[in-house]
Structure formats: structure tokens, C-alpha cells
């Protein structure tokens, strides 16, 4: 199997959850510091803890996407590794983000994340979970 990825871009997105995430925390303290030092700026203190916010969301949307271990592109190399060279997996270069090429055609890969054990049955899917 052939695997072509977008490695720049999950660099790059990598990297700005890091710095959204930790920034935004940053953020976060310093509008603390300034609601303690200035009480009477309310208005501003509640416009940076926004930022704040809002920046650390986003960054904790990309660094959960794109930084944590392992990565969905990882997870469908593993499962798919023991195609030959007729097939071909692009991740994040083409319109969707998994596309897996093959002699019978190309196909979209939308990957979901469920716990347990997925099974397929006489035409019928089935997801067993464990209780913890």
C-alpha cells in the first residue's frame, strides 16, 4: 500500500492547537490576574477571559485532532497495512479527509470512533460495548 499524507498541514495544525491551547490558558490567568488587580474593569476583564476562552476551545479541538497519539490517519494505516501496491490512501491531500484508492475504485474512508467490538453478521452490523 502506497500512503501519501498532507504532512505539513498536520504539522501545522499540530502546532497552532498547541499554541491556541496554551495560550488561550494564558489568557486565561492574566485576565484572572487583572480582575484581582483592576476590580472595577469588568468590561475588560470579561472580553479577555472571552479570548480566553474561545482560544482555548479551538485549541483543544485541533490539539485533539491533530497532536494526540495516535492520529486517525495512523489508525487507518495500521488497519489497512496489509494491502499490496495496487492500493493507494491519501490522507487530508484530496476533498475528503481519508480516500483509499484501488483497482476496483475509489473509495472515502469515514473513520468513527466507538468502544467495544464491531462485528458484521449475515448482513448486519453489530457493536458490542463493555461496561465499565
Do not use: C
Not at 480566553?52 to 494526540?68: D, H, I, T
Not at 497519539?69 to 479527509?97: C, I, N, Q, W
Request: cysteine-free; overall charge positive; glycine content about 10%.
Amino acid at each position: 500500500m502506497i500512503r501519501y499524507a498532507n504532512e505539513r498541514m498536520i504539522s501545522r495544525n499540530g502546532k497552532l492547537g498547541k499554541v491556541l491551547t496554551f495560550g488561550g490558558m494564558g489568557i486565561l490567568v492574566l485576565g484572572l490576574i487583572l480582575s484581582v488587580a483592576y476590580p472595577a474593569q469588568v468590561n475588560a476583564v470579561l472580553g479577555i477571559a472571552l479570548v480566553g476562552v474561545l482560544a482555548s476551545q479551538f485549541g483543544m479541538v485541533f490539539y485533539n485532532r491533530w497532536s494526540r497519539r495516535p492520529r486517525m490517519d495512523e489508525v487507518l494505516d495500521d488497519t489497512v497495512k496489509g494491502l499490496d501496491g495496487r492500493y493507494a490512501l491519501f490522507h487530508y491531500t484530496l476533498s475528503s479527509p481519508h480516500v483509499l484508492a484501488s483497482h476496483a475504485g475509489v473509495f472515502a474512508i469515514v473513520p468513527r470512533l466507538d468502544e467495544g467490538e464491531v462485528a458484521y453478521d449475515y448482513g448486519k452490523w453489530t457493536l458490542t460495548r463493555t461496561r465499565q
